[in-house]
């Protein structure tokens, strides 16, 4: 049995690279924590010793952002489809198939959408030269080029994918066969289409960035009141850091009831902003791709 694992590019699921502090590595940013008031030194004091520097706790916290942010969305009124469509068996014709040319095609119907391929099978009865390829919007990709003599290969993908179209193509040289697999493909490939609600957020990122500061810089403040570091700024700003933290975050504050400042954060009304947004934006242009938007309401104007 030949195993090889595929060697395509996944796009990150990850939106922008846009946030960080000053002084990490003289990168630039359009947005820096230290508008919140969080500077690299400041980190450095507050990171508890699991972080062995605040690079760290700054990277981890503005990840934390935005995974926070993408489960704490809604479009409310509108539910996200799942799986747009299965394709499962991608050649069967009989029990077996003789050298040539087979190629199997999926297509996502939207920029929210992706392709998600599993494993693809051929079992090889005798000889054959095969070659297998991966056209991805147009950009070619070998995926295997060997010789099979009496075996089975099994192209592990497992992934998910944001282009358009794939085109998966075999081609089969010499006097072998292509014989059925035992879970009854010929040419066995198991891909779906599915909705991804981050692709979705990650289009529209720009609305997302405030929010997504709030909750790193929160996460970072929040780190000193638990931190085992000793010293004067934790030691005598921890008040002062718990209140900008139930400023920032509503869902991080530890302040007794009669010394909270309001019932929501900064974070909290940022993100009720954003799915008011996101309200608008489904109804203008994504009823017919991943949203049922059966609650839109429509208006005319009758003549009498």
Do not use: H
Request: proline share 1%.
């Amino acid at each position: 049995m030949a195993t090889v694992d595929s060697n395509i590019t996944v796009a990150s699921n990850a939106c922008r690279d846009v946030i960080g502090v000053k002084g990490i590595c003289d990168t630039t940013y359009p947005y820096y924590l230290d508008s919140l008031g969080i500077s690299l030194s400041k980190a450095s004091k507050l990171a508890d010793s699991s972080m062995i520097t605040a690079r760290e706790l700054i990277n981890e916290s503005i990840d934390d952002g935005w995974g926070t942010v993408f489960s704490d969305l809604r479009a409310d009124g509108f539910n996200v489809n799942g799986v747009q469509k299965t394709n499962e068996t991608f050649f069967v014709a009989g029990e077996y198939q003789n050298a040539g040319v087979y190629t199997f095609t999926t297509q996502r119907n939207c920029d929210i959408e992706q392709i998600f391929i599993g494993k693809a099978k051929l079992n090889v009865v005798g000889d054959l030269d095969v070659l297998v390829t991966l056209n991805a919007d147009g950009a070619i990709t070998t995926i295997y080029n060997d010789s099979l003599s009496d075996e089975t290969l099994t192209i592990n993908f497992d992934n998910s994918y944001t282009y358009d179209t794939i085109i998966l193509t075999v081609t089969a040289i010499g006097s072998g066969t292509i014989q059925q697999t035992n879970d009854g493909g010929v040419i066995k490939i198991d891909s779906y289409v599915f909705c991804s609600e981050n692709l979705f957020y990650c289009k529209y990122w720009n609305f997302l960035v405030k929010a997504v500061m709030y909750k790193a810089t929160a996460n970072i403040l929040n780190s000193s009141l638990f931190s085992d570091r000793y010293n004067d700024f934790i030691v005598y700003k921890k008040d002062e850091i718990a209140i900008r933290i139930a400023q920032l975050d509503s869902s991080l504050n530890l302040l007794p009831t009669d010394a909270r400042i309001g019932s929501k954060g900064l974070y909290q009304l940022e993100i009720i902003k954003i799915n008011d947004k996101f309200k608008e934006i489904v109804k203008q242009s994504y009823c017919t791709c991943c949203f049922k938007c059966d609650n839109v309401i429509s208006s005319f104007i009758s003549i009498p």
